[in-house]
């Protein structure tokens, strides 16, 4: 959530054979799959009540998705023959997320815009991690972000990421003032209440980020913990900066600390902090980062919104001062579902009659129609439930793409031909996909591990149990989400998101899956616990999911006479296993010269196929993902 400093196995194996063991669906086996012959086409027609936004129980990554795609990197298991159906195109681009919508929409503009192009995705909906959750109850519709969740420091964007937007229909300014001033995620000014763990079920409620910073009554929120007297004078001292907890170091010294110490070290062994006030600002840490306090450096942590920059001594004062607006310490925009409207913006500029509208504020409430997604008298077609095994180039300079289709009742393994190639996937699928990549290419690709996450949505009938809370923001660093807020509360054309009693509302929770960093293993990375994270999540059914999605509520407000068997309506599980863009890490990862970092050596072209993805951009956000694009069709014109 926080903009992250852009710096710079024992698991390797071990994972992927456990989860491939676990997980492996002996009747999806790819070698399995039905062969299909003499296709005239690989149109899909999909079931006239085809609208994913709308499903509930376990999405993401959801199953019918992946099971492909792992007999091919667990097992090196996929098809040995396709069909070679009837249908060529200028652009086939393998991932329908953000950047690879962009690529087509990039590559159609500047190649005159009569391209024919074919976008294939694993996922039943669009968008990659720019997912839509929609709810309807009581006649109001109700949403969601299911991933990629907002416009970050968008004054920052580089000029091709801006004009793209605004040339797709985005207005910053009616964006920003979408936004109704008490959600405070958008600009963090807001109180939040700080549910500190299930022992007291207890939530404190105050200006919570300015006290971090020593800012108003920061002594009387953190006299209401129920932490030992000890504790609380020692978060205190923390927090007012009144300490320097490296006056033992030069200049010199303290910046070597802060670059090469985890912020956890520095909180037990600086600070003096224990018991459950460590945990205080881990809950925003994961939320940026995925991993916590024992994986950053304190200049990461610090840069991710955690407190303790004022306490590293004279530099870090004047650091906190220029830098740091404790009444506002962060800038984001939001649509009502997150940055799946942009992904909407795309398709319908990419498909004409696949929704009505021609706004940013039209397209919140437009109803899609997935029949026309792949209609052959489109130029652009985009196919769902469609995993990419093979890319390869041709001797005659085209490339093929094979792929399998479980849209129908059978899978088909399908061939397609194109004259160019962009792969919007992610990196680690790639040497995959691609066996003419040379070897320490494929290294390269592989290097970055995304890292997953679970973002939750649920709606519940009655509004009132939030209003008696009193915050819209909860901070719940021991509980398993540790961050809830209300979804986008946003009024935009026709839509509206409000917290009213008596009226249904949707919650927004989240959830960190990587474990603590093993401090006993020094050889232990940050991928080695994504991996871990990516495991746990394909191995946690939903079941258990929901039971802790309601034990938590309830702990949490059944003091204002919420039961969660009662008052909650839907839950929205999305499962990301393979999650945000790899960005580096500073305990862990050289700081690689310019050119030289795995990213960008990976990121190669091979012959006619391309690379765009945030992955590539090693920058998990909108910016890298329109730059990857821009990139990859840059060099595809070049050819």
């Known amino acids: 959530m926080t903009k992250s400093i852009k710096r710079r196995d024992f698991m390797n194996g071990m994972a992927f054979s456990l989860a491939g063991a676990a997980l492996a669906p002996k009747t999806l086996m790819a070698e399995s799959i039905t062969q299909a012959r003499g296709m005239e086409s690989g149109q899909q027609e999909l079931p006239a009540d085809y609208y994913p936004p709308t499903r509930n129980g376990m999405r993401g990554s959801h ?4 099971e492909v795609a792992h007999d091919m990197a667990w097992r090196g298991v996929k098809p040995e023959r396709y069909a070679d159906i009837n249908e060529e195109y200028d ?20 190649t005159g815009g009569n391209q024919r192009i074919l976008i294939l995705d694993n996922h039943d909906d669009f968008g990659g991690h720019a997912k839509r959750n929609e709810f309807h109850s009581q006649g109001k519709m109700l949403l969601g972000y299911g991933g990629s969740q907002n416009l970050e420091y968008p004054d920052e964007y580089d000029t091709i990421t801006r004009d793209f937007l605004e040339e797709l229909g985005v207005d910053f300014d009616q964006l920003e003032q979408a936004v109704h001033p008490e959600f405070p995620v958008a600009k963090m000014d807001q109180p939040m209440g700080l549910f500190l763990d299930e022992q007291s079920e207890k939530i404190v409620n105050g200006m919570w980020l300015p006290a971090q910073y020593g800012k108003g009554n920061y002594k009387e929120l953190i006299a209401q913990l129920e932490l030992p007297e000890d504790e609380k004078q020692r978060l205190m001292t923390f927090f007012s900066g009144g300490k320097d907890y490296l006056a033992d170091m030069s200049l010199n010294e303290k910046l070597e600390y802060i670059a090469s110490t985890s912020y956890k070290e ?5 600070v003096g902090l224990t018991n459950r006030a460590l945990s205080f600002s881990d809950s925003f840490v994961r939320m940026s980062n995925c991993v916590g306090a024992d994986s950053l450096s304190l200049t990461e942590a610090f840069a991710s919104g955690a407190p303790g920059l004022q306490s590293v001594g004279s530099l870090g004062k004047l650091a906190a001062d ?7 310490v962060y800038t984001a925009s939001f649509f009502p579902d997150g940055n799946a409207s942009i992904a909407r913006m795309l398709v319908r500029r990419l498909i004409p009659g696949v929704a009505s509208g021609n706004s940013m504020t039209d397209v919140v409430t437009a109803k899609f129609d997935y029949q026309k997604l792949d209609a052959p008298e489109n130029l652009v077609r985009l196919r769902l439930n469609s995993t990419v095994v093979e890319a390869r180039n041709q001797p ?4 093929t793409v094979s792929y399998v289709d479980k849209s129908g009742s059978a899978p088909k393994n399908l061939r397609v031909k194109a004259k160019h190639s962009i792969l919007a996937c992610y990196n680690g699928i790639i040497p995959h996909l691609c066996p003419e990549l040379p070897k320490q290419q494929k290294e390269h690709l592989k290097y970055g591990v995304k890292a997953p996450f679970l973002y939750v949505n649920v709606l519940i009938r009655d509004g009132a149990v939030i209003n008696k809370a009193g915050v819209n923001l909860f901070n719940c660093p021991n509980s398993p989400f540790q961050v809830v807020h209300v979804t986008p509360l946003t009024t935009m054309g026709e839509y509206e998101h409000k917290v009213v009693d008596g009226e249904p509302t949707a919650l927004f929770m989240t959830a960190s899956p990587p474990p603590q960093r093993d401090l006993d293993n020094p050889n232990q990375t940050v991928r080695d616990l994504f991996r871990q994270g990516r495991y746990k999540l394909y191995s946690t059914p939903f079941s258990d999911y929901e039971t802790d999605i309601k034990e938590q509520l309830n702990k949490m407000f059944g003091q204002f006479g919420f039961d969660a068997e009662k008052d909650l309506e839907a839950i929205t599980v999305n499962r990301w296993s393979h999650g945000y863009a790899y960005g580096y ?3 862990f990862d050289p700081e690689w010269e310019q050119g030289q970092a795995p990213h960008e050596l990976g990121r190669k072209p091979i012959g006619n196929i391309t690379i765009a993805n945030s992955d590539s951009e090693a920058e998990a956000y909108v910016n890298g993902a329109v730059k990857a694009a821009w990139r990859a069709v840059k060099e595809q014109l070049l050819r």
């Open 63 to 66: 199953e019918g998705s992946y």
């Open 322 to 328: 220029l830098a740091v607006d404790p009444n506002n």
């Open 266 to 270: 520095f909180l037990v062994h600086r």
């Open 585 to 587: 890490f500073d305990l």
């Open 396 to 399: 005659d300079g085209s490339v």
């Open 91 to 110: 652009l086939i681009v393998v991932g329908a997320g953000i950047s690879g919508l962009a690529a087509a929409s990039l590559y159609q503009k500047h």
